[in-house]
């Protein structure tokens, strides 16, 4: 175990310093050790505290495990900026060539950012931290080579366009850029510990930042400013606004059995209405008249797990207003810069309604539940 841990740290110091350095054994015997960025160094250390607060043991070991994810994490997001600068300098160009190269590159660093360690939070599964983050290190290789090889290209870029400001350069304090892009503090950098590069520009966030989705689970659906999320690895332009929406709906076997009652009618029955908050339909054969009529009666959600990697970015809970029976189906962010942001949510539902037979009639109930997480990122397209 002890001559896996130390072929981890050589392999990632080399990454870091993007320079491979021989084998693990030169490593540990040249005591190589990760080249850290101020921000990289303040996150962890400020991870550190807050595990030990929580009572959890951080050995050297995990403290460089640590030092080094946080660095991987910065370099992505850093390397991400540079590309997308280099991607408005070929599109003025009109080259084609560089600005395929630059869009398969970006894509390879969000499925990185993706299969890195969430970022560090006060969850349930604190005591889990160090072993995503030790699991992440183990697998780690495919990473590593793709952002040497980007960093290569960088280079290459950056003989084309050496104007191009990089990604933790003090930005110019003319024409209102304030912080730094990937830095330890600022509205631009998504602070020290988040965010996937892009700022603001006079207090505002820049236009070509996007809410793009890293990952979603469950039975309930998302909306981005009430576009539904298909699929993972899905953006929705931001177009410059400094706020936006993501609202939930949970969908249970009610909810279903509406939105699929068209294409399931049962033979002599008529669909009075069916949506997302009701369904009514009508039964005729021969002698025999029925109907049935749901309504949503309460609907309420409970956020949790929420995590915002940037302090300068804010939820709120609030209700969409889609139906009076709603509540807290919606979280509406106001924000300067980029940020990564995850959570996990409940939704329960109560239906009510009414049975209409040749025996009579009678008042019906029925409840349903749904859940499912989402993480996305602000960050430039």
Same mark, same amino acid.
């Given at each position: 175990?002890?001559?896996?841990?130390?072929?981890?740290?050589?392999?990632?110091?080399?990454?870091?310093?993007?320079?491979?350095?021989?084998?693990?054994?030169?490593?540990?015997?040249?005591?190589?050790?990760?080249?850290?960025?101020?921000?990289?160094?303040?996150?962890?250390?400020?991870? =550190?505290?807050?595990?030990?607060?929580?009572?959890?043991?951080?050995?050297?070991?995990?403290?460089? &495990?640590?030092?080094?994810?946080?660095?991987?994490?910065?370099?992505?997001?850093?390397?991400?900026?540079?590309?997308?600068?280099?991607?408005?300098?070929? =599109?003025?160009?009109?080259?084609?060539?560089?600005?395929?190269?630059? &869009?398969?590159?970006?894509?390879?660093?969000?499925?990185? =950012?993706?299969?890195?360690?969430?970022?560090?939070?006060?969850?349930?599964?604190?005591?889990?931290?160090? !072993?995503?983050?030790?699991?992440?290190?183990?697998?780690?290789?495919?990473?590593?080579?793709?952002?040497?090889?980007?960093?290569?290209?960088?280079?290459?870029?950056?003989?084309?366009?050496?104007?191009?400001?990089?990604?933790?350069?003090? &930005?110019?304090?003319?024409?209102?850029?304030?912080?730094?892009?990937?830095?330890?503090?600022?509205?631009?950098?998504?602070?020290?510990?988040?965010?996937?590069?892009?700022?603001?520009?006079?207090?505002?966030?820049?236009?070509?930042?996007?809410?793009?989705?890293?990952?979603?689970?469950?039975?309930? !659906?998302?909306?981005?400013?009430?576009?539904?999320?298909?699929?993972?690895? =899905?953006?929705?332009?931001?177009?410059?606004?400094?706020?936006?929406?993501?609202?939930?709906?949970?969908?249970?076997?009610?909810?279903?059995?509406?939105?699929?009652?068209?294409?399931?009618?049962?033979?002599?029955?008529? &669909?009075?209405?069916?949506?997302?908050?009701?369904?009514?339909?009508?039964?005729?054969?021969?002698?025999?008249?029925?109907?049935?009529?749901?309504?949503?009666?309460?609907?309420?959600?409970?956020?949790?797990?929420?995590?915002?990697?940037?302090?300068?970015?804010?939820?709120?809970?609030?209700?969409?207003?889609?139906?009076?029976?709603?509540?807290?189906?919606?979280?509406?962010?106001?924000?300067?810069?980029?940020?990564?942001?995850?959570?996990?949510?409940?939704?329960?539902?109560?239906?009510?309604?009414?049975?209409?037979?040749?025996?009579?009639?009678?008042?019906?109930?029925?409840?349903?539940?749904?859940?499912?997480?989402? !993480?996305?990122?602000?960050?430039?397209?």
């Amino acid at each position: 175990m002890k001559s896996t841990v130390w072929m981890v740290r050589g392999l990632t110091a080399a990454l870091i310093s993007s320079v491979l350095i021989g084998t693990p054994q030169f490593a540990r015997s040249q005591g190589v050790a990760p080249i850290l960025s101020e921000a990289a160094a303040v996150a962890a250390e400020k991870i =550190q505290e807050r595990l030990r607060a929580a009572m959890i043991n951080v050995t050297p070991e995990d403290m460089k &495990a640590i030092e080094v994810t946080e660095q991987h994490r910065l370099d992505v997001k850093n390397i991400y900026v540079d590309l997308s600068h280099y991607q408005a300098a070929y =599109q003025k160009d009109g080259n084609q060539a560089r600005l395929q190269e630059i &869009a398969h590159e970006k894509e390879e660093l969000r499925l990185i =950012q993706r299969n890195l360690p969430a970022e560090f939070s006060n969850s349930p599964f604190l005591p889990r931290y160090m !072993e995503s983050i030790r699991s992440y290190l183990k697998d780690s290789t495919k990473s590593q080579e793709w952002i040497k090889r980007t960093k290569g290209q960088e280079k290459i870029y950056r003989m084309d366009h050496p104007e191009v400001p990089l990604a933790g350069e003090k &930005a110019a304090t003319k024409g209102g850029e304030t912080g730094k892009t990937g830095g330890t503090s600022g509205s631009g950098s998504g602070g020290k510990t988040g965010g996937s590069g892009g700022g603001s520009v006079n207090g505002q966030p820049d236009k070509n930042l996007e809410v793009y989705i890293i990952h979603k689970t469950g039975d309930c !659906e998302f909306y981005i400013n009430d576009q539904k999320v298909e699929n993972e690895r =899905q953006g929705f332009a931001l177009n410059g606004q400094s706020t936006f929406t993501v609202r939930v709906l949970a969908i249970g076997a009610r909810r279903k059995q509406s939105r699929e009652f068209i294409a399931n009618v049962p033979d002599h029955t008529t &669909a009075l209405e069916h949506d997302d908050y009701g369904l009514g339909y009508e039964t005729r054969s021969g002698t025999f008249t029925g109907s049935t009529h749901w309504k949503v009666d309460q609907e309420s959600y409970v956020w949790s797990g929420t995590h915002i990697s940037n302090s300068s970015a804010q939820s709120t809970t609030t209700s969409s207003g889609k139906n009076k029976a709603v509540k807290d189906d919606t979280l509406e962010f106001r924000y300067q810069g980029a940020f990564t942001f995850k959570a996990s949510v409940q939704g329960t539902v109560k239906w009510k309604g009414r049975s209409q037979r040749p025996a009579g009639v009678r008042d019906i109930t029925s409840d349903d539940s749904a859940s499912g997480s989402i !993480e996305f990122s602000v960050s430039p397209k």
